[in-house]
């Protein structure tokens, strides 16, 4: 996700999730460099761990297998991992994706591959999800102080405002040119609810191209295992947390060859006039998701896992059920606030064969 002023430092949701995955996996956390042991009796080396600093959180690669092969894929995945994140990075203006933001508005912006791919799968999302998902969404960040603070809260003009620059019928896009061109002059993208899902499926791929089939990455709480558990277990167990404390799981669940993501809104707010905005927005409507605490979903692809965790804050239970007829192996788990400010948990397909 783009580097904001506010994710500049690591996030404490991903620090903590890490340091549960790690423990549930029984590794040794370290930071910036690798660590390896010999898993007893299994006679596969790892975990060999490497730590460091992406897409204003902190990635966790955890691989298997021979040391040197490990390093050689930890590095090429490192190395991809920044260049998608130079590629989309809102908050530095050399970034492909600034460009393309400060000038899609005057004439097409010519896409690199990996950008338009990326938009590819956006758009897809965005009809999938009726308009929920909407990498457009960004006037409207900026306008509830996601990118600058701001002290009141926004009026309804203001909002019906930013609403008429949102929406992906302003963004022309041509196919044979892989070009860009935005229709009212405000509109700019926004990539934060997706990037760390395909930049997933992008290190699995790497991974598994190098021939490593145990492996866990972890992107500030995106997370993708590799097909093989660990030597010794069934799985990987990933703790999801309790988003009303810090320091509880509401699960654990166990998993191979697929993906985790979750979207909470303890952690990503500002604060106006006193009162919590959370970080996902409706860009129908204009306002951030309120009566939702956390949505989790595992899935085979790294990209949906992250698009639908996102998307299901604001689409709630009909995206859900649209997924679970359209989906294999795919589980949702919503912690919804009732009105009476009471928490409620759902489960859909938590438990797939
Ligand atoms: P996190 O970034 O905490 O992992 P998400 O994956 O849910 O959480 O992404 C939230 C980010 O997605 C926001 O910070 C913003 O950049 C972007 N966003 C907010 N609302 C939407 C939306 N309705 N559709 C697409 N992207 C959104
Ligand atoms: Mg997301």
């Given at each position: 996700m783009p580097t904001s002023p506010r994710r500049t430092r690591p996030s404490l949701i991903a620090i903590l999730l890490g340091v549960l995955v790690v423990l549930a996996l029984g590794m040794r956390a370290v930071r910036q460099g690798m660590v390896s042991t010999l898993a007893e009796g299994q006679g596969i080396s790892g975990p060999h761990v490497y730590e460091f600093p992406i897409f204003g959180t902190y990635g966790r690669l955890s691989f298997w297998g021979p040391e040197d092969l490990a390093e050689e894929t930890t590095d090429e995945v490192v190395e991809r991992l920044q260049s998608i994140h130079d590629m989309s990075n809102?908050?530095?203006?050399?970034?492909e994706l600034s460009r393309l933001n400060a000038t899609a508005r005057e004439e097409p912006f010519v896409c690199s591959d990996r950008l338009w791919e990326l938009l590819g799968e956006c758009r897809r999302a965005h009809q999938e999800t009726d308009g929920a998902?909407?990498?457009?969404v960004g006037p409207l960040m900026k306008l509830w102080g996601f990118h600058r603070k701001r002290t009141t809260l926004p009026t309804e003009a203001e909002i019906e405002a930013a609403r008429a620059a949102v929406?992906?019928?302003n963004v022309l896009f041509g196919?044979?040119?892989k070009t860009v061109l935005f229709r009212h002059p405000d509109t700019y993208l926004d990539l934060g609810g997706v990037v760390k899902g395909y930049a997933l499926d992008q290190v699995a791929e790497i991974a598994r191209k190098r021939g490593i089939r145990t492996g866990m990455i972890d992107l500030g709480g995106n997370i993708f295992c590799l097909n093989e558990p660990p030597p010794g277990k069934h799985a990987y167990n990933i703790g999801v947390r309790n988003p009303f404390d810090n320091?509880?799981?509401?699960e654990t669940v166990g998993i191979t060859n697929c993906a985790v993501a979750t979207s909470g809104n303890y952690e990503q707010f500002v604060e106006v006039e006193g009162k919590r905005i959370h970080h996902i927005i409706d860009p129908r409507t204009g306002y951030p998701a309120e009566d939702v605490a956390g949505v989790t979903v595992i899935t085979p692809r790294g990209i949906d896992s992250d698009v639908f965790s996102t998307a299901i804050f604001v689409e709630g239970e009909k995206l859900v059920h649209h997924l679970r007829c359209t989906r294999r192996r795919t589980s949702v788990l919503r912690v919804l606030l009732e009105t009476d400010g009471r928490e409620s948990i759902r489960r859909y397909g938590w438990i797939w064969d």
């Amino acid at each position: 996700m783009p580097t904001s002023p506010r994710r500049t430092r690591p996030s404490l949701i991903a620090i903590l999730l890490g340091v549960l995955v790690v423990l549930a996996l029984g590794m040794r956390a370290v930071r910036q460099g690798m660590v390896s042991t010999l898993a007893e009796g299994q006679g596969i080396s790892g975990p060999h761990v490497y730590e460091f600093p992406i897409f204003g959180t902190y990635g966790r690669l955890s691989f298997w297998g021979p040391e040197d092969l490990a390093e050689e894929t930890t590095d090429e995945v490192v190395e991809r991992l920044q260049s998608i994140h130079d590629m989309s990075n809102l908050f530095a203006d050399d970034s492909e994706l600034s460009r393309l933001n400060a000038t899609a508005r005057e004439e097409p912006f010519v896409c690199s591959d990996r950008l338009w791919e990326l938009l590819g799968e956006c758009r897809r999302a965005h009809q999938e999800t009726d308009g929920a998902f909407d990498i457009s969404v960004g006037p409207l960040m900026k306008l509830w102080g996601f990118h600058r603070k701001r002290t009141t809260l926004p009026t309804e003009a203001e909002i019906e405002a930013a609403r008429a620059a949102v929406g992906l019928e302003n963004v022309l896009f041509g196919e044979l040119t892989k070009t860009v061109l935005f229709r009212h002059p405000d509109t700019y993208l926004d990539l934060g609810g997706v990037v760390k899902g395909y930049a997933l499926d992008q290190v699995a791929e790497i991974a598994r191209k190098r021939g490593i089939r145990t492996g866990m990455i972890d992107l500030g709480g995106n997370i993708f295992c590799l097909n093989e558990p660990p030597p010794g277990k069934h799985a990987y167990n990933i703790g999801v947390r309790n988003p009303f404390d810090n320091d509880a799981l509401l699960e654990t669940v166990g998993i191979t060859n697929c993906a985790v993501a979750t979207s909470g809104n303890y952690e990503q707010f500002v604060e106006v006039e006193g009162k919590r905005i959370h970080h996902i927005i409706d860009p129908r409507t204009g306002y951030p998701a309120e009566d939702v605490a956390g949505v989790t979903v595992i899935t085979p692809r790294g990209i949906d896992s992250d698009v639908f965790s996102t998307a299901i804050f604001v689409e709630g239970e009909k995206l859900v059920h649209h997924l679970r007829c359209t989906r294999r192996r795919t589980s949702v788990l919503r912690v919804l606030l009732e009105t009476d400010g009471r928490e409620s948990i759902r489960r859909y397909g938590w438990i797939w064969d």
